[in-house]
């Protein structure tokens, strides 16, 4: 691999622009994160984006909020504007754990540290810029500003919150992916059009004056949902705005959306059709050094870096749905793949790396099978307003195939250079699950599964059926538990046959909406009888922009405005998560206490029988006890055999 100079990295100080032989600088980018040139960080796809457009681009990584400032002067005014995110994660949650307790590891930090991203970091930063530039332009964008574009509950200060365009007084927000709407946005500019004029581009929102008219497109359709002052007086209204949220995210022909925000209006532009193969594989093929900047190389790894730094990101988008996940809100339901010819070149890239042992840690996107999956009539999908194409049941029209995705591992592994290559991501077993996945041959989905199983794992296959319940695992848009079931049936029978030793590893979650404690005493009922000791799972942490968390501020389901009860207090909280630890010996008296309050000795039985076979079997893996410390989890499904006997709320 060609010996990589400073200058092949985007400039971060004044030193760096003048290598570059650069008089002044077009954008500059502000992040939370460490500066790492890697397709798997957005800050870096962005400014190699922009420098693909011609522009002279700089980044500020991290910049400090507590000293005089220099940070945000040091290189003077950008020609254009100023770009800000808080990160690849909502700077909150990258703060806090789910019961707001403060972190002691930043993952996108070198060495792990923490203190050098601030709380709500898009506002703080967008807030200081526009006071140290006020004649300048600010755009944010990432996650933090997309998940919080309208009015939304933030659940680290309890408050109902209005657009992040009002806090951050930034000029325009761009949501979801930015390559689209950037590239609008640069053409633009560089035709010489005024920033402030420009209100009409796709994906992205912008908070217009009282006096303001609003932009006439007749290619769009307009939608207004409840003001911000409305939604913090009557949360049944601010729920059912979700639904037109939510809806209009994932059109392919979507509505522009208009909020009263005070005497301003909030403007936000539909998205853009889904990326082309060969627009993702452009923005995966640009001249990343796939490397932290050499700043960093005294302060430490960063470990986000390190978990990614052998993987390969295939395709972006999820179609799940999941009532809990911001995934869909944020990158889309439709599937965006990368071409293989465009995946076998990083495959490439990365096997050529000095310190490449043979080893990718992860073949996968935001779910590891959905690759070149998509409608089979695109008429239909153009007109379609599910919020998921799997759930309650798989789309008729939705093409599952899993051949392209065996090849594709087929080809990886091809590599001379390639002696393994795992696959990380979460696996929707569902979707391999014949009697849920009608659409499907049969043979093909075990093609895949004994693909994944003999080649791709080591030791263990981690799927995510989330919850056991039915009621529970409806609202969260997961299937049955049954087809759990069935997954592991199948699984067994590919371990037997293959003479394999591997371990299933489930992940659940606690907390959620319309969970109670006798739905988490079924499923540690439930999950002891098919032999499980859990210990992937984690508390429900409401984030903006999801069903989940509108129900847990609200009360309301936004789809049905029906009332849902959720477990709010701490108490509720921790004594949900305490059932999956059934086998703690600090446990059981609790647990014995709770099943005879509520009657259920049937689920006593099962948890606490008197020659307990569990009772000197060690806790596998790093199982925690409370819920501060739950491990971060992925999804789930239900059908128990524990049934209730308690009518539901």
Not at 269 to 282: C, F, G, L, V
């Amino acid at each position: 691999m060609q010996e990589l100079k400073l200058s092949d990295w985007l400039p971060t100080t004044n030193k760096e622009v003048k290598i570059r032989s650069w008089e002044e600088l077009d954008v500059i980018l502000f992040s939370g994160d460490a500066y790492v040139d890697h397709p798997s960080f957005g800050p870096a796809v962005i400014g190699r984006i922009l420098e693909s457009y011609g522009l002279r681009v700089a980044v500020v990584p991290q910049p400090n909020v507590n000293d005089n400032l220099q940070d945000f002067v040091k290189l003077g005014a950008p020609k254009l504007f100023f770009g800000v995110t808080g990160g690849c994660m909502d700077p909150m949650i990258s703060n806090y754990n789910a019961n707001k307790k403060r972190r002691d590891k930043d993952a996108y930090t070198p060495n792990g540290d923490i203190g050098f991203r601030p709380d709500y970091a898009t506002t703080v930063y967008s807030k200081i810029l526009k006071e140290k530039w006020p004649d300048v332009p600010v755009l944010i964008g990432g996650i933090e500003a997309s998940l919080r574009r309208v009015t939304h509950y933030d659940y680290w200060s309890d408050m109902l919150m209005p657009t992040i365009l009002e806090s951050s007084k930034a000029d325009m927000l761009v949501y979801g992916m930015g390559e689209q709407p950037l590239r609008e946005v640069v053409r633009l500019l560089q035709k010489g059009v005024p920033f402030s004029s420009i209100t009409t581009i796709k994906q992205t929102a912008v908070l217009l004056n009282k006096d303001a008219k609003v932009p006439k497109n007749s290619n769009w359709e307009d939608v207004e949902i409840a003001s911000h002052d409305i939604c913090l007086k009557d949360k049944k209204k601010y729920a059912s705005n979700f639904k037109v949220i939510e809806q209009e995210s994932n059109k392919l022909a979507a509505r522009r959306i208009f909020q009263k925000v005070g005497d301003k209006t909030l403007m936000i532009n539909p998205p853009y059709p889904t990326m082309t193969e060969d627009e993702i594989d452009a923005s995966f093929d640009l001249p990343y050094t796939r490397l932290p900047h050499p700043k960093y190389n005294k302060r430490g790894p960063i470990p986000a870096f390190e978990m990614i730094k052998f993987s390969i990101n295939i395709h972006r988008g999820c179609f799940g749905g999941c009532s809990f996940c911001t995934i869909s809100a944020h990158q889309g339901k439709f599937i965006a793949s990368r071409s293989q010819e465009s995946v076998l070149r990083e495959v490439d890239t990365v096997a050529n790396m000095p310190d490449f042992k043979g080893y990718l840690s992860d073949i996968g996107g935001p779910s590891a099978n959905m690759y070149k999956m998509k409608g089979k009539v695109q008429a239909i999908c153009d007109k379609c307003v599910a919020p998921s194409c799997i759930s309650p049941v798989i789309c008729s029209n939705l093409d599952t195939s899993h051949k392209p995705l065996t090849e594709l591992y087929q080809a990886v592994d091809s590599h001379p250079k390639v002696k393994k290559s795992f696959i990380g991501s979460g696996i929707r077993h569902d979707m391999l699950v014949p009697e849920f996945n009608k659409n499907a041959d049969p043979k093909e989905l075990d093609d895949y599964t004994e693909e994944v199983m003999t080649k791709h794992v080591s030791g263990r296959l981690k799927v995510a059926p989330e919850h056991t319940s039915d009621p529970v695992l409806k609202l969260m848009r997961k299937p049955s538990f049954t087809y759990f079931h069935k997954f592991k049936e199948r699984f067994d029978k590919i371990n037997i046959k293959k003479g394999l030793k591997l371990q299933l590893i489930p992940y659940f979650i606690s907390n959620h909406p319309a969970c109670e404690v006798e739905d988490m005493a079924n499923l540690a009922a439930e999950t002891k009888d098919m032999g499980f000791q859990l210990e992937q799972v984690q508390g429900f942490t409401p984030t903006p922009m999801t069903v989940a968390t509108v129900i847990y501020y609200s009360g309301y389901h936004p789809y049905t405005l029906k009332k849902v009860n959720t477990p709010i207090t701490r108490k509720e909280k921790d004594e949900q998560h305490r059932f999956f630890f059934w086998y703690k010996d600090e446990n059981k008296a609790w647990i014995k206490k709770t099943l005879n309050k509520l009657g259920r000795h049937d689920l006593l039985k099962v948890l606490l029988p008197e020659n307990d076979k569990w009772r000197k079997n060690k806790p596998r893996g790093e199982a925690k006890h409370t819920f501060d410390d739950a491990i971060p989890f992925n999804r789930r499904k239900n059908k128990t055999k524990f049934r209730s006997k308690k009518k539901r709320r």
